[in-house]
């Protein structure tokens, strides 16, 4: 009894696969009798279920358990380091030909400081659903993809948020013919947004605190909420200010959509990596605050060469000419050459340089919160000593 009823499962098994695979294959005159689904009971539906989610979450790679050290290690046997990022986000991740933008950069200043050699990089391309795949599996070594810090990724996801590289919040574009000036204006609106980002919690709690109703059009990983968007499917969308400043700049009539005043949302974003290898987790953050400590003492790619042998103590140390007592200098005490600091600016810059050519340049948006905190931002690097 027992053998039958395991035999009907594993039967109805293969004909649900068959069904959901959409490859069973017809006889000559095109038609083929399938199962009857109507004649199971729902306890035996479910079963059929369950097991092709285990078959599909078997298929996924190992989880990637990092200890200290141990990517690290890898990223040096390898030659390179693995980073994901967006494959086509104008000021910030652009991979046709030679990758550039603002997110790129902040990889290139790992390489740098790991080989001596920004150019020892790979990028993979990555969207809302494979960024965290990536960094679970261990296809990437560090993501940067902007990537908003939250409590549930960092906490439930295991993942290490390193230093916030620009600060955002989320925003709204629509058509001018649309005739409103403020989100508080949509009443009855359609609004699409990305199913897998922060976009859909934020919008829900603006309208919900002010008490507007809405429709919801999620759309999936696979789709663009821009592309959605312009195919008129919806009234506006809705992302961080960066990513609808850098997605009207590629509409064919820009000056047909403005971007409403509203910022509804917090957005810190910035490089991720996955828990495990602290070893790792202090490079990658390092080599961040690095360029915010350059910009602060006036280090940049063209007058990095000036600073050697300069008489500040804080400017040695960042030289690779100082430091201390059990290590030569602070790169040691990563497991770095003493110029890893050097390298990454005079091969990357400083964070306003990598700013200013991305951001400020392409994008046309100013610095605000993402100036130094001697400024008014809210940049600030420890000590480096």
């Known amino acids: ?18 069904i959901v695979d959409n ?6 005159n095109g038609t083929m009798s399938m199962m009857d689904h109507s004649k199971m009971t729902l306890s035996e ?3 059929v279920k369950k097991m092709v989610v285990v078959r599909d979450s078997y298929i996924k790679k190992p989880e990637y358990v ?3 050290g141990t990517t690290f290690q890898r990223v040096r046997a390898r030659g390179k380091v693995i980073c994901g990022t967006n494959k086509d986000f104008l000021g910030f991740s652009v991979l046709q030909g030679d990758a550039v933008g603002f997110d790129v950069d902040i990889c290139r200043t790992v390489a740098a400081a790991v080989f001596g050699d920004a150019r020892a990089i790979e990028f993979i391309a990555t969207n809302g659903k494979t960024r965290f795949e990536f960094l679970r599996d261990g296809t990437i070594d560090v993501l ?3 990537t908003t810090y939250t409590f549930t990724r960092n906490v439930i996801k295991k993942l290490e948020f390193l230093p916030t590289t620009y600060y955002d919040g ?14 508080k204006q949509l009443e009855g609106a359609k609004i699409c947004f990305s199913s897998t980002g922060t976009g859909a919690k ?3 709690d603006f309208f919900a605190k002010h008490e507007i109703n809405y429709i919801p059009i999620p759309v999936p990983p696979d789709k663009n909420a821009k592309n959605v968007y312009l195919a008129g499917d919806c009234d506006m969308y809705g992302t961080d200010m960066s990513g609808l400043a850098s997605n009207r700049l590629g509409f064919k009539e820009p000056d047909r959509h403005m971007i409403l005043p509203e910022l509804i949302s917090k957005e810190p974003l910035g490089p991720v990596v996955k828990y495990g290898d602290q ?6 953050r390092w080599s961040v605050f690095v360029l915010f400590i350059a910009e602060e003492m006036g280090i940049n790619s063209k007058n990095i060469d000036l600073f050697k042998e300069n008489i500040d103590p804080n400017i040695q140390r960042f030289m690779g000419e100082k430091n201390g007592e059990d290590h030569p200098n602070l790169g040691a005490k990563l497991g770095l050459d003493a110029t890893w600091s050097y390298d990454i600016i005079k091969q990357v810059g400083n964070y306003k340089e990598i700013y200013d050519r991305n951001i400020t340049e392409i994008l046309g948006l100013k610095r605000g919160l993402n100036q130094l905190y001697s400024h008014g931002g809210l940049l600030y690097a420890p000590p480096l000593k």
Request: charged letters at 10%; hydrophobic letters at 55%; one cysteine or more.
């Open 23 to 28: 490859s069973v294959i017809g006889s000559d």
């Open 45 to 47: 539906v479910e079963k």
């Open 202 to 204: 934020n919008i829900a």
């Open 144 to 146: 940067s993809a902007a």
């Open 1 to 18: 009894m027992i053998f039958a009823s395991k035999a009907f499962v594993c039967l109805a098994w293969i004909f649900w696969i068959m």
């Open 279 to 284: 070893q790792w987790s202090d490079i990658v």
């Open 66 to 68: 990092p200890t200290y």
């Open 170 to 183: 989320q925003g709204f574009i629509v058509r001018k013919t649309l005739g409103v000036s403020s989100a």
